[in-house]
């Protein structure tokens, strides 16, 4: 299912033929429709809706677009048809969700002292990588993100993959403010040679060039986040540069591999800007 995923992901905002998604998935699209209502627990157009109201609240949130624009590039033909289905999921409309930035942002980490000024360690464009990854649904701090990356080893180690230098990145595909916790998709990914000849269309994809802000955690994952409470709560309302609606990245610098002990762990946060 995490192709049919991938592919809904970043077709959303476009009239998508449904020979192309039997074509990703192996199945015709009569079973394909029960299977991913069974996996994700809704159905292929109600994931798709939510993915275009969703981009648009990050748009609204992150972006200077005007609401007329953003509904363009979600995929609706008009600002009407995208205000009628934002107030249906959000309950407010997009005009009053725009006006409330600053409250939702800082919503999050009322409880988090983040006065002082936080800013990126640096800026970077990061070019186009061919990762091994496999897609979990779930709350980014449950213990499922570490039992996915435990399964994505195992099938790396099964597929042959020599994955001992390769770069851990997890992917962030929701942000925990506009999605709920059991809706958040997350890939973990090991990084591979783009000279890598491994075919398995399930489980291999490109990650496009983009150019990132680049924060450092350092401590456990569980502390996370603290270093996002920051981001969010301070760098996003203050900074120059214009967020992107692409995923957030982590690097996992030093892990599990490099250290018994998560105090030790790094990673780094890479924002994507434009």
Not at 18 to 41: A, D, H, P, T, W
Request: with cysteine.
């Amino acid at each position: 299912m995490q192709s049919t995923a991938l592919y809904l992901r970043e077709n959303f905002n476009t009239t998508f033929e449904i020979k192309k998604l039997e074509e990703v998935s192996n199945f015709s699209y009569r079973n394909l429709q029960r299977i991913f209502k069974g996996y994700y627990k809704e159905t292929i157009g109600a994931y798709v809706t939510r993915l275009k109201i969703e981009s648009g609240a990050k748009m609204l949130l992150y972006q200077n677009q005007t609401i007329s624009q953003i509904a363009i590039k979600v995929g609706y033909s008009d600002l009407q048809a995208f205000s009628k289905a934002f107030k249906k999921h959000f309950g407010i409309s997009p005009q009053e969700y725009k006006s409330k930035k600053e409250d939702i942002l800082t919503s999050i980490v009322k409880n988090t002292k983040v006065a002082m000024s936080f800013y990126e360690e640096k800026i970077i464009n990061l070019p186009e990588q061919k990762v091994f990854y496999k897609t979990i649904m779930a709350d980014y701090y449950s213990d499922q993100i570490e039992e996915v990356w435990d399964e994505l080893h195992e099938e790396a180690v099964r597929l042959e993959i020599d994955i001992s230098t390769s770069e851990s990145i997890g992917i962030i595909w929701d942000e925990p403010l506009i999605s709920e916790a059991i809706r958040c998709n997350y890939d973990a990914c090991f990084a591979l040679p783009q000279s890598c000849d491994f075919k398995n269309k399930f489980s291999v994809k490109i990650l496009p060039e983009q150019t990132y802000a680049v924060f450092t955690h350092y401590g456990a994952y569980g502390l996370l986040q603290h270093t996002y409470d920051k981001i969010f709560g301070n760098w996003i309302l203050n900074t120059q540069y214009e967020v992107s609606e692409s995923p957030f990245l982590e690097l996992y610098k030093v892990n599990s591999t490099h250290s018994d002990d998560p105090k030790e762990y790094v990673t780094e946060i890479y924002i994507p800007i434009k």
